[in-house]
Structure formats: structure tokens, C-alpha cells
């Protein structure tokens, strides 16, 4: 990037999509690129540096999206959403060099594996990927009196909207309730369509239906049956399925 | 006797079929259906032995009148039985794919009566499935030994895979430890099945897929991968499972195993990949005066030692085919370096700094002409040593059970033979 300034100074953005779009928007204009975007939230200041706070602004933000879908491609904007979802600290600055190399680039970017910024952000959706993949398998419904589903879990990265797209094609005569309690968002579906609201808006008293304990009682005394004891491999097992996942599997739980 | 009862029974007896994947159909939900087939296949937990699980994998039946030796459901063992009727092994399948506790249903059985009315009654519990439920999801059914075609395409028409396992690597042991199956009765339908993918997409869209038990009789490395290597060339096989022997029945023809042999699966289930994505053949690996794998190595570590002449590989020079066939290059590092390599000389430097893992390829490869030491230890004793040293490190490693992350092949399998360092 010859004919850029890289200045040395930390942008702050607000956390959201808009925010980072907004920050790349500001260096286009400027000419000038930080050394450093972050979250406003997980900014920690020292006495020699003076950040400087990127305003959101929407105008600013869906000029670069469409500017991405027209003169890039369709792929780098899906990198684009994938990696803003995770929970990565560096995203942002990777995402502000990612799309001004696109810029540059074109519909080729993706192919750039020698430039940093886009190794660095396909790594960052792929990860994002895999964990919604991961838990596309792990997720597990308790069936509520009404027959409705509900789920709930954990994650490191905001994969609700794959987890909500996977199960409306998958589940789609159920209704269903898919609680992320890291963000407390929460995915409801109607059988036609999803949408997704803040957990702590909606009243969550979960009733259980007669049948939930029957099978899931089944189900943990399947899981028990199944492994073959002379081939046990707790080591084998946990690598394929960490801990952390564990708290919301009920078979793992005697 | 109650289902709970009932599917303890049944899941124990069907834990020894290992296949479990759910990958290779493209089912899709219509007719606003349950359930779907995802193309890559998800596992949903893994079980103490470190074994996806990703369908619901019973019996119908453990009941069987046959009296397979080396089964534990054969007729002359004195255990517990129980069957299933089609509409609980519906239900319990529908309920547990709600609850997303699986991806689909593997159905399989002892034989009762005879066997067509065995897979009458497997269709029907699927029919209800798929016609009650409407339910898209992943089905798995065995085909019965001595099934009429009749009934193949019966049940072919309503799941997504189907398997037949062969079990024993040869016809003189299938006599000797399942004296009434007949070879026939697998090979036969096998050939049909095939023959009806081709023609009709609905059946049987993910394709067959057979078992092989190993170590329960005394055929070699070699044999067992011949039929094997035949298995995906004359019938189409997407996939050949190998099963170390649990030894469950005291038999004397069968040997007494302290231990089923895990490191020896794993080494076929390595050389199998070599055979579908690396382009050997079997007897680029083995042959008669070497019939088995050194299992302190992997195969194609093992095979370049018995080749080095093809060695070293001039890394910057060698063909795709031949860069894969250096141990440690899998067919991610081959194709980095097909690629850097039009830009730039390649050095050992630039192979670390593209995160090709040299740990093993180095004793097998030059860089522009440079060995990585001196060339005296461009030798194969010194080598096999120092791989075995590194291999060792890793198998002691894992406490006393072989830590074999290659342990069962899922969906992690279609990854690692696309990224896998073999
Ligand atoms: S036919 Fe199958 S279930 Fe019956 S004894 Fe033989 S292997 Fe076991």
C-alpha cells in the first residue's frame, strides 16, 4: 500500500460490523491507516498513546458492503461476515487491511496467500466455521410441554444465525428455541421463519414434557452402551470433544 | 420386556460394527419432512472409546440362528435377547433425531427365521420412518447374508447406505468361523447393489461400504489390502472398515488376544488412504516375501524404506505424484508446494515458512539440491531408526492405550485425507 500513511495511533470502534466498516471507510477518506483497531471495550489504554474513537455511521457502512459486493465478490463479503462473528480480538484490524487489499485486488484476494491480512482472516472464518460445524452436532433439544424445542449452550464465536439456518431447514415442522447464553441471544423459529432477540426480553420458564426424561434417560443409557471397554480412550474422546463443551451434553453426566 | 432394556441390549450388540459415518448423501428435507443429510457428515459425541457417534447404530434383533463363531450373537451362546418391533425402533429414532442427539439411524440384525423375512421386518421399521415420519435424515440399514434381490431393492429404495461385511479376509476362514454363510451370499449381493446404483440414483445414493474384522484369523497385511484394494475396484465400495478383533467367545480356532490389535487397524486404515487418495497400488506396498507392515511405522514411511532408490526427491523438480509420495507430504504440502515453487527456488527455510512439516519428509528430500545433513545419513537404517525413535515417542506418549487419533475414520476423515500428513 504505497501511497498510504500508516499513523500511529489506535481506532476504537464500537463493537459492531458498522463500527469496523466505519473505521474502513474513515481510511479510504483519509488515506491514512492506524497501527491498531480494536474494540472500544477491550481497549487498554497506557499514558503515551490517544485513541481515537471511530464514530458508527450506517451511510458509511453499507457504501463499503456494496463496494465490496460489486467490485470483490460475494466471497470476500461471506469472509467479511464469517470472521466478524468471532470472537477474535484481532479481527477488526485484520478486516480493515483485508478489504482495502480487496479494494485493490478485486475478486483475486482470496487467492493472495502471501499477503498477511488474508491468510489472517480466512484463518479467523474458518475457525468460526468449524465451531458452528462442531456445534451443529452438539447442540441438544429438551422437548418443553408445549412440544416445542429448546436448546441452549456456550460458544467462543457468534454462530447463532448457522445454528438457526441449519435447524429451520433440518427441524422445520418443530418450533423451536435456540438460547446462545454467552451473548443471551436467543433464535426462535415458527416453522416458517427465525428470528433472533435478546434473551433477557422474553420470559424463559422452561417445563419439561412427560416424555423428556424417558428418552433422555435413554439416551445416556445408549451413550454408556456403546463404547467398547477394551477399547477406552478418554484421551481420544476428550480431543474430539473438549471439556468445555461438555456442560450442556447431557450424556456426559452419568 | 421394557425398551430401555431393550436398546441396552441391542446397542451392545451392535457396537462392534464400526462404521458410523453419516457422510456421502445429499438427502434433502422435502415434503416438509424431518430431518436432512448433510453432505460431510456431523458427529454428535464421542463415546469413552473415543468413537464418534454420529448415528443411532442398533439391532433389531441380537437373536440369530446363525452361529458365527467369532459373533457374539451366534446362535450357541447362552446371553440375553431381545427384539425390537419396527414401530419402537421408529420412535426411538424420531425422538432422539429431534433432541439432535444424532444425525440418522444405523439398523442392522441377527437373522431370524430366514433372511427375507429378517429385512421384511427391517423395512417396515424404516418405512415407517420414512413414510410415517417422513423423516430425511441418514439411514444406514446392513443388507442379511442370502437376502433375495427382491428384498435388497426393497430396502435399497428406503435408506441412504448399505453394507454387507465381509468380516473374514478369506473364503478358508469364512468356512472355517462362518460355517453357514456361504461366500456367495455376500459377494452376490454386493455385485447387485452395485449394479443398481449405477442405474437408479435413488438407491442407495451413498453408496455401500463393508466391514473386515482383523486379526481373528491369519491373513496377512498384504491379503487383507488386496481384497480390499478389490473391494473398491470391482464393487464400487465407498469405504472399507477394519475392525481389530474383541475376542468375546472362547473358540478353538480363534486366537486367544489379550488385547484387540489397535495399532495394526490403524496402520490399514493409514494405507488405505494411500490406496483411494495418494495413488498407490497394494504392491507398491506389500508383497510376498513382505506381507506385513513394520507397525512401529507408518506404511508410507515403511514403503519409502524399502525404496530408496526412488530418494531423495528433489523438491523443487519432483512431479505432484511423486512429491506425494514422500513421507510426511500430504496432499495439502504437495499442492503448497507445487504452487510457491513457480515463484521461487525452494529451500528448506521457505518449506518451514509455508508450515510444511519437515519432521519426516527431510530424510527423503532435496532442496535445490541440498540434503538436509550430511549425506551420509542418506541411509535407510539410520532413518527407520529415527523415525521408529519419533513414532515410539508418540505412542508411548498416550498412557498405556495407543493414543490413534486415526481411531475411526468420520468426518474428520474426509478432512485429514485432504489436509493429513501421512
Ligand atoms: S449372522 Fe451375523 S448376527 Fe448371526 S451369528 Fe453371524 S455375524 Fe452374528
Redesign the pocket.
Known amino acids: 500500500m504505497h501511497h498510504w500513511t500508516v499513523i500511529d495511533c489506535t481506532y476504537l470502534y464500537d463493537g459492531s460490523l458498522e463500527g469496523i466498516l466505519s473505521v474502513v471507510y474513515t481510511c479510504l477518506k483519509d488515506k491514512q491507516i492506524p497501527n491498531m483497531v480494536i474494540e472500544e471495550e477491550n481497549y487498554v489504554g497506557n499514558l503515551f498513546e490517544q485513541p481515537k474513537m471511530i464514530s458508527t455511521n450506517l451511510d458509511h457502512s453499507s457504501y463499503i458492503l456494496e463496494q465490496i459486493q460489486e467490485k470483490v465478490s460475494d466471497l470476500a463479503l461471506y469472509y467479511v461476515y464469517t470472521s466478524f462473528l468471532s470472537s477474535d480480538k484481532k479481527k477488526a484490524n485484520a478486516l480493515l487491511h483485508y478489504i482495502i487489499y480487496a479494494f485493490k485486488y478485486g475478486f483475486k484476494i482470496n487467492q493472495m496467500k502471501s499477503i498477511d491480512c488474508v491468510i489472517e482472516v480466512q484463518r479467523i472464518a474458518k475457525n468460526v466455521k468449524y465451531e458452528a460445524h462442531r456445534f451443529s452436532g452438539f447442540i441438544r433439544f429438551k422437548e418443553l410441554e408445549n412440544k416445542f424445542l429448546y436448546a441452549e449452550y456456550e460458544s467462543d464465536n457468534d454462530i447463532l444465525t448457522f445454528l438457526a439456518d441449519h435447524f429451520s431447514d433440518r427441524l422445520q415442522q418443530e418450533i423451536w428455541m435456540i438460547h446462545d447464553k454467552t451473548r443471551f441471544q436467543i433464535a426462535l423459529y415458527n416453522r416458517d421463519e427465525y428470528i433472533i432477540v435478546d434473551s433477557k426480553t422474553i420470559d424463559l420458564t422452561i417445563i419439561e414434557s412427560d416424555q423428556e426424561d424417558y428418552y433422555l434417560q435413554l439416551w445416556k443409557d445408549y451413550f454408556k452402551n456403546i463404547t467398547i471397554k477394551e477399547r477406552e480412550n478418554r484421551r481420544c474422546q476428550r480431543s474430539f470433544m473438549p471439556k468445555k463443551y461438555w456442560k450442556y451434553l447431557p450424556e456426559t453426566k452419568g | 420386556m421394557e425398551v430401555a432394556e431393550k436398546l441396552k441390549i441391542l446397542a451392545d450388540s451392535a457396537k462392534y460394527d464400526v462404521s458410523c459415518s453419516s457422510s456421502g448423501s445429499d438427502r434433502k428435507n422435502t415434503d416438509k419432512g424431518i430431518g436432512n443429510a448433510s453432505l460431510c457428515g456431523i458427529c454428535h459425541s464421542f463415546s469413552a472409546d473415543g468413537r464418534c457417534i454420529s448415528l443411532l447404530k442398533i439391532l433389531m434383533t441380537n437373536s440369530?440362528i446363525?452361529?458365527?463363531k467369532y459373533?457374539i450373537?451366534?446362535?450357541s451362546n447362552n446371553i440375553q435377547r431381545a427384539c425390537f418391533t419396527p414401530q419402537e425402533i421408529a420412535d426411538i429414532t424420531i425422538n432422539f433425531y429431534r433432541r439432535n442427539y444424532i444425525e440418522g439411524l444405523f439398523l442392522s440384525s441377527?437373522?431370524i427365521k430366514n433372511p427375507d423375512y429378517t429385512m421384511e421386518m427391517l423395512c417396515e421399521a424404516i418405512s415407517i420412518l420414512r413414510n410415517k415420519y417422513h423423516f430425511n435424515g441418514y439411514i444406514h440399514a446392513k443388507t442379511i447374508?442370502g437376502a433375495s434381490q427382491d428384498m435388497i431393492n426393497k430396502l435399497g429404495l428406503l435408506v441412504d447406505r448399505m453394507s454387507i461385511n465381509i468380516?473374514l479376509p478369506s473364503n478358508q476362514s469364512l468356512k472355517l468361523l462362518?460355517p453357514?454363510?456361504e461366500k456367495d451370499a455376500i459377494l452376490e449381493p454386493m455385485k447387485y447393489i452395485k449394479n443398481t446404483v449405477k442405474q437408479d440414483r435413488k438407491f442407495v445414493r451413498a453408496g455401500q461400504t463393508t466391514q473386515l474384522i482383523i486379526g481373528a484369523t491369519p491373513e496377512s497385511d498384504f491379503k487383507i489390502l488386496s481384497l480390499a484394494e478389490g473391494m473398491y475396484g470391482k464393487m464400487n465400495m465407498k469405504r472399507v472398515y477394519y475392525s481389530a478383533y474383541v475376542p468375546l467367545n472362547h473358540d478353538d480356532h480363534l486366537p486367544a488376544l489379550k488385547k484387540p490389535p489397535l495399532l495394526r487397524e490403524n496402520r490399514l486404515y493409514q494405507a488405505d488412504w494411500l490406496l483411494r487418495f495418494y495413488g498407490f497400488k497394494v504392491e507398491d506396498l506389500l508383497d510376498d516375501s513382505h506381507q506385513n507392515f513394520n507397525e512401529l511405522l507408518d506404511p508410507k514411511a515403511d514403503w519409502a524404506l524399502h525404496n530408496m532408490d526412488y530418494f531423495p526427491v528433489e523438491i523443487n523438480k519432483a512431479d505432484y505424484y511423486t512429491l506425494l509420495r514422500v513421507p510426511g507430504i500430504g496432499v495439502l504440502s504437495a499442492k503448497k508446494i507445487m504452487a510457491a515453487r513457480k515463484h521461487h527456488k525452494l529451500t528448506f527455510e521457505s518449506l518451514k515458512k509455508m508450515r510444511v512439516v519437515l519432521k519426516r519428509a527431510k530424510y527423503f528430500i532435496t532442496c535445490d539440491g541440498k540434503y538436509f545433513a550430511s549425506t551420509s545419513f542418506f541411509n535407510s537404517n539410520l532413518i527407520s531408526s529415527a523415525l521408529i525413535h519419533d513414532e515410539r515417542k508418540l505412542l508411548i506418549d498416550s498412557t498405556d492405550t495407543v493414543q490413534l487419533s486415526l481411531f475411526e475414520p468420520t468426518t474428520k476423515d474426509r478432512v485429514e485425507c485432504i489436509t493429513g500428513q501421512l
Open positions: 440369530c446363525y452361529d458365527c459373533c450373537n451366534r446362535a441377527g437373522i447374508p468380516e462362518a453357514n454363510k
